[in-house]
């Protein structure tokens, strides 16, 4: 079994960067056969997608955070990390790394994933 530990939240001043970290753990797994994506939900706000990595490192981004942010991941350290830039007070919220076997469905979806991490706030404010 997978599981999923974040870190790097913290609060920042808009403009900013962070650098969030998911790191695997388990038993009995190849963690490159597993896509990664990252979710968010604000206060009173569903959860969003925000960034996912495939197996092959194909990147996908949600339309609000492409161009700010970079997904990445180091195979051998189990770790897929998001690299934000730029944050403004949207980008405030709980940030959750996800896991699903490769092919399993489509990133951008919540629903995709079965294996959830417990989320690192990301406060972004003046």
């Known amino acids: 079994q997978v599981q999923l530990a974040e870190s790097g939240g913290g609060l920042v001043q808009p403009g900013a960067s962070l650098r969030l970290s998911c790191a695997a753990s388990?038993?009995?797994?190849?963690?490159?056969?597993?896509?990664i994506g990252w979710f968010r939900q604000g206060q009173g706000k569903e959860r969003e997608f925000v960034a996912a990595?495939?197996?092959?490192?194909?990147?996908y981004y949600a339309d609000s955070v492409k161009g700010r942010f970079t997904i990445s991941r180091d195979n051998a350290k189990l770790a897929v990390y998001l690299q934000m830039d730029t944050l403004n007070t949207e980008d405030t919220a709980l940030y959750s790394c996800?896991?699903?076997?490769?092919?399993?469905?489509?990133?951008?979806?919540?629903?995709?994933?079965?294996?959830w991490g417990r989320g690192t706030q990301v406060t972004v404010s003046s």
């Open positions: 990595i495939g197996w092959l490192n194909r990147q």
């Open positions: 388990g038993r009995d797994f190849t963690y490159t056969e597993y896509s």
């Open positions: 996800a896991a699903v076997l490769a092919g399993t469905g489509a990133l951008m979806f919540a629903s995709t994933y079965d294996i």
